[in-house]
C-alpha cells in the first residue's frame, strides 16, 4: 500500500536551517508530483511546496518562496524539503503527500507528519 | 489569492443525525477545483472527495459534496461514532488553499 514516511531534523533556531526527508512506497514514485504542507497548532493546512514527477517544475508558497528548496531522488524514491532561513512561524507539523491528480489538486497519501520547532 | 471561510466552526450532533457543513470561497472557483478532507487527532488528513462531488475511493457513500461557484457543501447523512473529526475544504489555486476547518463534536 501507499505510504510516505518523514524523517528529519525536528529543532532549529531562528535563521538556522533543517532539512526533511520523506521516503515513499507502494506507488510508482516516478509517475506523481509530491508536495510538502504545514500544519501550525490549532490552524488548517497550508501549502508548502511542490515538485513535478519528473523533478523540473517546483512551487512554493510565498511564505517561504526563497528560503526552502524541494527536490526528489527516484533512485531513493524521496522528497526532501531543505528549510533555510527559519523563521520562528515555520513552526509546525509537516507533511508530505501524494498529489492524486494535479491538474485537479487533491492530494489523496498523507504521511504522518514531523512536527519542526523553530526556537 | 482565493480565501475559503467554513461555517460552522464547530458542529455539534449526535450519532445518526445529519450534517451539513459549508464551504465558502471569495471568488468562484470551477467545481473541479474543490477537495474535501477529514483530519482526526494524531492521523494525517484523509481526503474524501475531490471536484466538489466525487467520492475519493475508500469514502462511504454517506458522505456526499455538492455545491458550485462560491459555496459548496458536505453533508454527512447519518453520522457513525468514527464521523466525528475536524473536516477542511480546499481549493486548488495559486497557491492551494484550505479552509479553517469545522470540529465536528459529539454532542
Known amino acids: 500500500q501507499v505510504q510516505l514516511v518523514e524523517s528529519g531534523g525536528a529543532l532549529g533556531k531562528p535563521g538556522g536551517s533543517l532539512r526533511l526527508s520523506c521516503a515513499a512506497s507502494?506507488?510508482?514514485?516516478?509517475?506523481?508530483?509530491l508536495s510538502w504542507l504545514r500544519q501550525a497548532p490549532g490552524k488548517g493546512p497550508e501549502w508548502v511546496a511542490d515538485?513535478?514527477?519528473?523533478?523540473?517544475?517546483?512551487s512554493y508558497a510565498d511564505s517561504v518562496k526563497g528560503r526552502f528548496t524541494i527536490s526528489r531522488d527516484s533512485d531513493k524514491r524521496s522528497v526532501d524539503l531543505h528549510m533555510n532561513g527559519l523563521r520562528v512561524e515555520d513552526t509546525a507539523r509537516y507533511f508530505c503527500?501524494?498529489?492524486?491528480?494535479?491538474?485537479?489538486?487533491?492530494?489523496?497519501?498523507w504521511g504522518q507528519g514531523i512536527l519542526v520547532t523553530v526556537s | 489569492e482565493i480565501g475559503l471561510m467554513q461555517s460552522p466552526g464547530t458542529l455539534s450532533l449526535s450519532p445518526g443525525e445529519r450534517a451539513t457543513l459549508s464551504c465558502r470561497a471569495s471568488?468562484?472557483?470551477?467545481?473541479?477545483?474543490l477537495v474535501w478532507y477529514q483530519h482526526k487527532p494524531g492521523q494525517p488528513p484523509r481526503l474524501l472527495i475531490y471536484?466538489?462531488?466525487t467520492r475519493a475511493s475508500g469514502t462511504p457513500d454517506r458522505f456526499s459534496g455538492s455545491g458550485s461557484g462560491t459555496d459548496f457543501t458536505l453533508t454527512i447523512s447519518r453520522l457513525e461514532p468514527e464521523d466525528f473529526a475536524v473536516y477542511y475544504c480546499?481549493?486548488?489555486?495559486?497557491?492551494?488553499?484550505f479552509g479553517p476547518g469545522t470540529k465536528l463534536e459529539i454532542k
Open positions: 503527500a501524494r498529489l492524486r491528480n494535479p491538474g485537479r489538486g487533491d492530494f489523496d497519501y
Open positions: 507502494g506507488f510508482t514514485f516516478n509517475d506523481y508530483y
Open positions: 480546499q481549493h486548488f489555486g495559486s497557491p492551494y488553499t
Open positions: 471536484g466538489t462531488s
Open positions: 515538485i513535478s514527477s519528473s523533478g523540473y517544475v517546483r
Open positions: 471568488q468562484s472557483i470551477p467545481d473541479s477545483y
